[in-house]
């Protein structure tokens, strides 16, 4: 079925990066694509963007585009997510999600997420 | 962008009751929406897929309907375990996947 784990927590303050990562495990890596999804304190959820496991393809949201970096290793099976420049309005819990390989379709399967909190 | 609205905000529904949740879109999504199950300090979980189909180990009290703009999430008789935060996503027009602001339903 699949399993996604994430990185610890993050402290970050502002003006910084931070680097998520996502490891997959008991599925085929490079046969979906992963996106991230942030969720602010008691908010909705938001797409940043979408990678392509198989050729590194990506796509990532308006709001955070310039900011926002994502890659993956797949020789180990891990995605990360780098988000520069940290403002306090980052602050939040960043998932990553397994999709469609194409990045058309639906999140089937979320790893269990990873609060960065930015303050000065 | 999408836009995706959820009513209500808060279910009270008492256990073994019907619970129905509405879901908006701003544009016809052609039955590409999902719902998704959050407990806290838990990641989603998938519930629904293509407006209809269970995903794998859902149960059956679980269902999904809607066409066009409009969709519902049923749970047909509430148990204690179905607290909990419920979204829709729709995925139609991608990028960006879009959510509602979630449902909260609370046992009575």
């Known amino acids: 079925q699949g399993q996604l784990v994430q990185s610890g927590p993050e402290v970050k303050k502002p003006g910084a990066s931070v680097k998520v990562s996502c490891k997959a495990s008991?599925?085929?890596?490079?046969?979906?694509?992963i996106s991230w999804v942030r969720q602010a304190p008691g908010q909705g959820f938001e797409w940043m963007g979408w990678?392509?496991?198989?050729?590194?393809?990506?796509k990532y949201a308006q709001k955070v585009q310039g900011r926002v970096t994502m890659t993956t290793d797949t020789s180990t099976s891990i995605a990360y997510m780098e988000l520069r420049s940290l403002r306090s309005d980052d602050t939040a819990i960043y998932y990553c999600?397994?999709?469609?390989?194409?990045?058309?379709?639906?999140?089937?399967?979320w790893g269990q997420g990873t609060l960065v909190s930015v303050s000065p | 962008d999408i836009v995706m609205t959820q009513s209500p905000a808060t279910l009270s529904v008492s256990p073994g009751e019907r619970a129905t949740l509405s879901c908006r879109a701003s544009?016809?999504?052609?039955?590409?929406l999902a719902w998704y199950q959050q407990k806290p300090g838990q990641a989603p979980r998938l519930l629904i897929y293509?407006?209809?189909t269970r995903a794998t180990g859902i149960p059956a009290r679980f269902s999904g309907s809607g066409s066009g703009t409009e969709f519902t999430l049923t749970i047909s008789s509430l148990q204690s375990e179905d607290s909990a935060v419920y979204y829709c996503?729709?995925?139609?027009?991608?990028?960006?996947?879009?959510f509602g602001q979630g449902t909260k339903v609370e046992i009575k």
């Open positions: 996503q729709q995925y139609n027009n991608w990028p960006p996947w879009t």
């Open positions: 293509g407006t209809f």
């Open positions: 999600a397994r999709g469609p390989p194409g990045g058309y379709g639906y999140p089937d399967l």
């Open positions: 990678i392509s496991t198989y050729n590194g393809d990506t």
């Open positions: 544009q016809s999504l052609n039955y590409n």
């Open positions: 008991r599925y085929t890596f490079t046969s979906y694509g």
